[in-house]
């Protein structure tokens, strides 16, 4: 019988805390439960770092789509889902903490009497616009809502190990993790 130790698994140092059969030591046990979950993403990584996101949809293993969800969703297939999605994005610069619309060139509604111009929000300002709330409300503390995977893919370029996401029969809950 060949035995391999997987040394990548370790929960940190053994304290006297640790052996009292009174109270559980919470602290070493959230070391171990992070250190399974590091170790389960390494896999994740490994198993996906060669393939690229149109192999991933071919595959099934990732939705189809960038926007609505599809019916069939669960929130179990999207942690799976996002997590895989998490691996292929580009974070943004730390310097960068809101998107810029100011240079939309457009501006404006629709006027009749300036022939034609247009004088109001882009789209892209008006993207822009919905993102920056979602971050000062997650930034806050407060638990906020996306409607299509791209908006939660740009949130994780600007909190890509602190996103967390719950999806909820047709939209996501979002809020960033506490830090201890």
Known sequence: MNYKADHTQS???????????????????????????QSD???TEEEYKHMTLEDLREMKIISNTNGRPSSALT????QKEFNIRKLFITPHNKK??????QNSRESGKWNEETQGAYHGQTNWQEYCTYINDVLRNIR????????????IMELARFHPNSLKTKYRDGYWEVWLEKKN
Do not use: A, M, V
Not at 18 to 29: A, E, G, H, L, V
Not at 75 to 78: A, G, N, S, V
Not at 96 to 101: N, Q, V
């Open 96 to 101: 960068t903490t809101y998107l810029k619309g």
């Open 41 to 43: 993403k390494r896999k």
């Open 11 to 37: 929960g940190g140092i053994i304290e006297p805390e640790d052996f009292n059969t009174y109270f559980p030591n919470k602290k070493r046990i959230s070391n171990q439960i992070d250190e399974i979950n």
């Open 75 to 78: 929130d179990e297939k999207w």
């Open 140 to 151: 806050s503390g407060q638990i906020d809502y996306c409607y299509y995977i791209y908006q």
